[in-house]
DNA sequence: TGAATTTAGGTTGCGCACAACTAAATCGTG
DNA sequence: CACGATTTAGTTGTGCGCAACCTAAATTCA
């Protein structure tokens, strides 16, 4: 277990991600300014594109957000007219969020994004798609300890 | 190009880091509870037990956060007791951040989280430092494209 | 030397994250 | 059926991140 005592931050796997990921949600930011939404918005969509449809907590189990996280975003993206929210009649408590024609349409933008996005990593896509599979497997082992 | 186009977030290099990063900092969040400090908080501890002093530009050039961010967060650490902000004789322009001697003590307990952190990755040694620098790798190029 | 520029840090405002708490609806068991 | 436990969202409060803006001090250089 030789040095973990006292590395600098630049060394260790924490500050790498959180860094890494700050580099690329700005990445985002000047994509979706014409878009006028956010990242984690952007997130939601992403869901809805695939859904159409989807409760609170769906939302919440696909993005690992809570309620306390969803609920303004939401109401933001009700806001900007790209979503419906709505009780459901079947289940009073839950929450249905629906895309408006406005919000489906946004879906349009995102394969430039994405080509964008991917073109910033400056990685061929195997090593991206690499990548990605073990990030998302430490994200994993790491939520699963409780 | 084959399919950028319109993948969930789940399999999204972006969403990976967002969502790792965030499961990191919950580890990180009990690790640090006894403390009373955050896991920000901590990076900027980890440059001055490096350091001993540092000027808050010296700081955000190092942990890549702005005056915005660590003006607040530095105040926190101030009245937690654990370091001390002053202008610099030199030049009045600079505020020096130094340790105090309980923050100084505090670096007693760095190991055991490290450690803790290494151990929540379930990766060895080698792999984690592997991942570490294509990540750390992967933020420089998304940062320096301006 | 004195005006323009640069640099350092702070403030404000907004949008996440997340803990802790609340209210309402539903479920499960006796 | 009753009633306590669970589930679903929402609210409040705190601490980041970051853009936009501000002030003061230092530097540049005409």
Redesign the pocket.
């Known amino acids: 277990m030789a040095d973990t005592q006292m590395l600098p931050p630049e060394q260790q796997i924490c500050f790498a991600l959180?860094s890494a990921s700050?580099?690329m949600?700005?990445r985002y930011?000047t994509l979706l300014a014409p878009l006028g939404?956010?990242?984690?918005?952007y997130?939601a969509m992403l869901v809805l594109w695939e859904t159409g449809s989807s409760?609170?907590?769906?939302l919440?189990d696909r993005l690992?957000?809570?309620?306390?996280?969803?609920?303004?975003?939401?109401?933001?993206l009700e806001a900007l007219g790209l979503v419906t929210?709505g009780r459901?009649a079947?289940?009073?408590?839950?929450?249905?969020i629906t895309l408006t024609p406005a919000g489906s349409d946004m879906r349009r933008y995102a394969p430039h994004i994405a080509e964008q996005i991917c073109a910033a990593t400056g990685l061929p896509m195997n090593e991206l798609v690499e990548l990605q599979s073990q990030i998302a497997a430490l994200a994993q082992r790491v939520r699963e300890l409780t």
């Open positions: 959180y700050r580099s949600t700005g930011r939404i956010t990242y984690p918005q997130l409760t609170v907590s769906q919440g690992q957000l809570d309620s306390g996280t969803l609920s303004p975003l939401l109401k933001r929210r459901s079947r289940d009073e408590r839950v929450v249905e």
